[in-house]
Structure formats: C-alpha cells, structure tokens
T-cell receptor, first 114, second 112 residues
Framework: AQSVTQLDSQVPVFEEAPVELRCNYS??????LFWYVQYPNQGLQLLLKYLSGSTLVKGINGFEAEFNKSQTSFHLRKPSVHISDTAEYFC????????????FGKGTTLSVSS | SQTIHQWPATLVQPVGSPLSLECTVE??????LYWYRQAAGRGLQLLFYSVGIGQISSEVPQNLSASRPQDRQFILSSKKLLLSDSGFYLC???????????FGPGTRLTVL
C-alpha cells in the first residue's frame, strides 16, 4: 500500500528566503508524484508532477522538486519566496497500475512574512 | 479546455436539514469523479469516487451519499446533516486513475 508523509505541518519563513517542504512516500511499485497548492478558500492547483524521466521537475511559480528514489522523497523547493506563496501545500502519490488513485499527505502550511 | 464547477460556493445549514452539493465538469467525457472533504487541520479526506454513471464507491461510512446521474455530474447529498459535516468540500476529476486530478473551487459548508 502507498502512503505519503509530509514531515512539517507548518513552515514559517521570511520573504526572499529559500524554502524546502519535505515529502516522503512509501510504495512497492513505480510511482507518480505530485505537488499541489491551495490558497485560502480555493481548490487545489497542480504545481508540478513527476511521472518519469528527469528527476528534477520544474513547476509553476518558480517551484521545483526532486525525485529521489533511494530516499523515497519528493521535496519541494523555491530559492526565494514571496508573500503570495503563503498557502497550503499537498504532496500526493499514485502507482502506475490501473485502479490506484492519488494518496494525499496531510499538507504543509507555508507562511511567508515580511 | 476543461473546467469544473461547484455550487453553491458557501452554505449554512441547520443540524438535521438535507444537503445537496453539485459538481459538473465541462470539456471532457467519461471522467473519474471524486468528492473530498477538508476539516480544519485534517487534510484531504476522500469521501466518494465514481468511474462512470451510476457507479459510486464510498471510502468512509457516514451519513453522506453520492450520485452520478449524468456522465459529467456528481452530486453529494445528505438526508440529515450533523455538526461534524461542516467543512470544505472539494470535487475533482481525472481522465485516468493515478494521474493528476483537477479540482473545483470548493463549497464551504457550515452546519449550525
């Protein structure tokens, strides 16, 4: 069975500082990995995804993530955050077999202050 | 392009009243459809998913039910709301299980 662990429930940072949001997964099969962002009172928006190929994935809003199979991680990074990046971030995993839906982590709240 | 709609955007209902939330998808056919709930500080909880008209799978036993009367319409219902039903309800779709899901704007439900 697959599972996702987001290691930090809250991450406070100052504007223009770098940030890393951590995500670890467990799976016995090949995986697809996703990061979503949710702004207050809105639905989830896809930031980036890893399906195959290059382990460094670039997404929208300057975010990137690196798939590390040996460490079963898919951490999200941004070199310099803005106030507008304040939001909830969800990591999700699925398998490449039919019938495996997305499994979401519990989310990380990123709070950017000036 | 595909779009997903949810209504109403917000809803305040008394305990014991019925509920009907609607979700529709445009620009695609035969989507998989999902209902999630977010309670404060508890992440995303998958409630129901559907792979076709009339086909509903329930992930969590509760007083909610779902129906899919048309290919691109997904309805979440309750006969009698509980206080614990309060939360943010999200509808989502995908074209194949395991690939990215696309989310609607959500419905904020407050049960008083």
């Amino acid at each position: 069975a697959q599972s996702v662990t987001q290691l930090d429930s809250q991450v406070p940072v100052f504007e223009e500082a770098p940030v890393e949001l951590r995500c670890n997964y467990s799976s016995s099969v090949s995986v697809y990995l996703f990061w979503y962002v949710q702004y207050p009172n809105q639905g989830l928006q896809l930031l980036l995804k890893y399906l195959s190929g290059s382990t460094l994935v670039k997404g929208i809003n300057g975010f990137e993530a690196e798939f590390n199979k040996s460490q079963t991680s898919f951490h999200l990074r941004k070199p310099s955050v803005h106030i507008s990046d304040t939001a909830e971030y969800f990591c999700a995993v699925s398998g490449d077999q039919a019938g495996t839906a997305l499994i979401f982590g519990k989310g990380t709240t990123l709070s950017v202050s000036s | 392009s595909q779009t997903i709609h949810q209504w109403p955007a917000t809803l305040v209902q008394p305990v014991g009243s019925p509920l009907s939330l609607e979700c529709t998808v445009e620009g695609t056919s035969n989507p998989n459809l999902y209902w999630y709930r977010q309670a404060a500080g508890r992440g995303l909880q998958l409630l129901f998913y559907s792979v076709g008209i009339g086909q509903i799978s329930s992930e969590v036993p509760q007083n909610l039910s779902a129906s899919r009367p048309q290919d691109r319409q997904f309805i979440l219902s309750s006969k009698k709301l509980l206080l614990s039903d309060s939360g943010f309800y999200l509808c989502a779709w995908d074209q194949r299980e395991g690939l990215e899901q696309f989310f609607g704007p959500g419905t904020r439900l407050t049960v008083l």
